[in-house]
Nanobody, 116 residues
Framework: QVQLVESGGGLVQPGGSLRLSCAAS????????MGWYRRAPGKERELVAV???????DYADTVKGRFTISIDNAKNTMYLQMNSLKREDTADYYC??????????WGKGTLVTVSS
């Protein structure tokens, strides 16, 4: 079992930056792939970014060039650096992990609000 806990959300002005963190309770090496998803008010959940154990990352077109996903294996923590934030980035952001048996784990989410 792996537990994921997000942090780092908050209120930020358009053009600003935030860094989200996702701490894994167990060894992050049990997870083959990790990612960030988000759900904006009234919308479906969407993939924001994913990263493999090997460090290969991929991004939704809407955040490419602005967001960066990374993992610190020593801290069992995944990050999402969000720059040049836009109002449409406002959403609940969720951490996701998939282990070697294809079991999925989710955090409870952290709210990001981009507003002036």
């Amino acid at each position: 079992q792996v537990q994921l806990v997000e942090s780092g959300g908050g209120l930020v002005q358009p053009g600003g930056s935030l860094r989200l963190s996702c701490a894994a309770s167990g060894s992050i090496f049990s997870l083959n792939i990790m990612g960030w998803y988000r759900r904006a008010p009234g919308k479906e959940r969407e993939l924001v970014a994913v990263i493999t154990r090997g460090g290969r990352a991929d991004y939704a077109d809407t955040v490419k060039g602005r967001f960066t996903i990374s993992i610190d294996n020593a801290k069992n923590t995944m990050y999402l650096q969000m720059n040049s934030l836009k109002r449409e980035d406002t959403a609940d952001y969720y951490c996701n992990g998939v282990d070697v048996l294809n079991r999925e784990y989710w955090g409870k989410g952290t709210l990001v609000t981009v507003s002036s």
